[in-house]
């Protein structure tokens, strides 16, 4: 049974910075794909990051770029959402979500985790 769960959500002021973790059981990390997404009240699912499991390579969509990093561990069976430069769009549930292919659309994903809320606020 595949599972995922994130940690790392809270409070923080703009400018801050926080580090999502996502632990996977049930799968070994290091062939799937891992995908970050967000969802604000009243928006749709977006997609914030994704890195692939061939060559690491990392996407990200672009008001992200240059403040969030993300990473894995595969001796953890990790990843991880680095978020710095935090601003109060930034403010959102974070889930972390697995499959073969990196996608920016959330149907193209089966595995998710509960989601943790992340809220940039002074």
């Known amino acids: 049974q595949v599972q995922l769960v994130e940690s790392g959500g809270g409070l923080v002021q703009p400018g801050g910075s926080l580090r999502l973790s996502c632990a996977a059981s049930?799968?070994?990390?290091?062939?799937?794909?891992i995908a970050w997404f967000r969802q604000a009240p009243g928006k749709e699912r977006e997609g914030v990051s994704c890195?692939?499991?061939?060559?690491?390579?990392?996407y990200y969509a672009d008001f992200v770029k240059g403040r969030f990093t993300i990473s894995r561990d595969n001796a953890k069976n990790t990843a991880y959402l680095q978020m710095n430069s935090l601003k109060p769009e930034d403010t959102a549930v974070y889930y972390c979500?697995?499959?073969w292919g990196c996608g920016w659309s959330p149907a193209e994903y089966d595995y998710w985790g509960q989601g943790t809320q992340v809220t940039v606020a002074s």
């Open positions: 979500a697995t499959d």
């Open positions: 049930g799968l070994t990390l290091e062939y799937n794909v």
């Open positions: 890195i692939s499991s061939s060559d690491n390579s990392t």
